[in-house]
Each structure stands twice: as structure tokens, then as C-alpha cells.
């Protein structure tokens, strides 16, 4: 079973502030995703990285692939409180996506004005 | 965009109740799947399909049953209700690339409460 592990679990900062989230995993995935998720909602997709070491911008959102796909990293600049939400990771493994997604547990993040 | 529409926010159903949560995509996916999302415990799957007529289970599969007669819909059962199945149940799909992009689109969830 192929586990990932999210840190921190809950974070609350200031408006205005940076902050980093990690994924981490001891097993390889063929891409990982990251998701939104408000309170009552459905995830939301925000991004897919593939490739090992790679970095995609999302606005004010960088995520970052590790370079061994094991683990992955969502830092955000100058946080605002539409920020706010539970950011999940995913990770697909080898099966084109037919066999679920494993998620992490997730990171409550708060941003107070 | 791609729409995933469960049948309902919220439900409260009886303990012992069979119990049905529908769920409609609009985008021709292949997979279409089941989670439970609970404090604590994250988002688990139940059950997924990768074709009509096709299921498997996924991590907790028990209590429950699946049916997916149409490619657009997939219904998740509870046959007996039971009050450890109060959670939040999300179905999900994807299409099948055969490869590395399987993004999993949401719908709005079920919060069911089982008394």
C-alpha cells in the first residue's frame, strides 16, 4: 500500500505570510496531484506535476516535484485569506489512474486577515 | 468543464435502511470512484470502476456494494445503514489515459448521517 504523508496538518498564519506544505512518500508515483478543498465541497484540482524536479506556478502557488517522484512541496507567497482550505496531495501509481488515487491526510490552512 | 453531480448535500437515513448515493459525470469518463472522507482518517476509497459493469474494491469496501449499468453513472449502496458509515462521501472521475495524468474531478459530496 503505497502511503502519503502530509505535514503540517493545520497551520494558521497571517495574511501576508509564506508557508510550505510537504508530501512525502517512500514509494514513487507517476505524477502527483494537489487539491483545494472547502468546507461542505469537493476537492479541487490545482495542479498535476509528472516529471521529477518539476515546477509549476499557480499565481501566488509553487508547487515542486521531488526529483525521485516520492515527494512533493506547495509553497505559497504572501497567504491571503481566500487561501484558506484543506490542501490534499495525491499520488497515481502505474495503472493509468484505473485503480484510485492515494491521497494524504491534508493540511487545514487558515490565513487570518 | 467537467461536471460531477451527486444526487444529494445531505441525508439522514435510519440505522438498518438500505441506502442509495447516486452519482452523474458529463465528461465520457472511464473510471468513476468512491471515497469516504472522515476527520482524521483523510479520504479512503470504497469501491472504484473502470468500465460498465466493471468494479473493484478499494480500501474499505465493506457495507457496501456498487452498481455502474451506464458509463455517466455510478451509485454507491449501503445495504444495511449502519452508524459507522456517518461520513462524507465523494464520488469521483477520471479518464483513463494509460499513462501519467488522472486527475480526478470531484463531485460536491454527500453528507450522510446515519441515526
Known amino acids: 500500500t503505497q502511503l502519503l504523508e502530509q505535514s503540517p496538518q493545520f497551520l494558521s498564519i497571517q495574511e501576508g505570510e509564506n508557508l510550505t506544505v510537504y508530501c512525502n512518500s517512500s514509494?514513487?508515483?507517476?505524477?502527483l496531484q494537489w487539491y483545494r478543498q472547502e468546507p461542505g465541497e469537493g476537492p479541487v484540482l490545482l495542479v498535476t506535476?509528472?516529471?521529477?524536479?518539476e515546477v509549476k506556478k499557480l499565481k501566488r502557488l509553487t508547487f515542486q516535484f521531488g526529483d525521485a517522484r516520492k515527494d512533493s512541496s506547495l509553497h505559497i507567497t504572501a497567504a491571503q485569506p481566500g487561501d484558506t482550505g484543506l490542501y490534499l496531495c495525491?499520488?497515481?501509481?502505474?495503472?493509468?489512474?484505473?485503480?484510485?488515487?492515494?491521497f494524504g491526510k491534508g493540511t487545514h490552512l487558515i490565513i487570518q486577515p | 468543464d467537467v461536471k460531477v453531480t451527486q444526487s444529494s448535500r445531505y441525508l439522514v437515513k435510519r440505522t438498518g435502511e438500505k441506502v442509495f448515493l447516486e452519482c452523474v459525470q458529463d465528461m465520457d469518463h472511464e473510471n468513476m470512484f468512491w471515497y469516504r472522507q472522515d476527520p482524521g482518517l483523510g479520504l479512503r476509497l470504497i469501491y472504484f470502476?473502470?468500465?460498465?459493469?466493471?468494479?473493484e474494491k478499494g480500501d474499505i469496501p465493506e457495507g457496501y456494494s456498487v452498481s455502474r449499468e451506464k458509463k455517466e453513472r455510478f451509485s454507491l449502496i449501503l445495504e444495511s445503514a449502519s452508524t459507522n458509515q456517518t461520513s462524507m462521501y465523494l464520488c469521483a472521475s477520471s479518464l483513463y489515459t494509460g499513462g501519467v495524468r488522472t486527475e480526478a474531478f470531484f463531485g460536491q459530496g454527500t453528507r450522510l448521517t446515519v441515526v
Open positions: 495525491a499520488g497515481a501509481g502505474s495503472g493509468g489512474g484505473a485503480d484510485g488515487l492515494t
Open positions: 470502476s473502470y468500465d460498465v459493469k466493471m468494479k
Open positions: 514509494s514513487v508515483f507517476s505524477s
Open positions: 506535476v509528472v516529471t521529477g524536479g
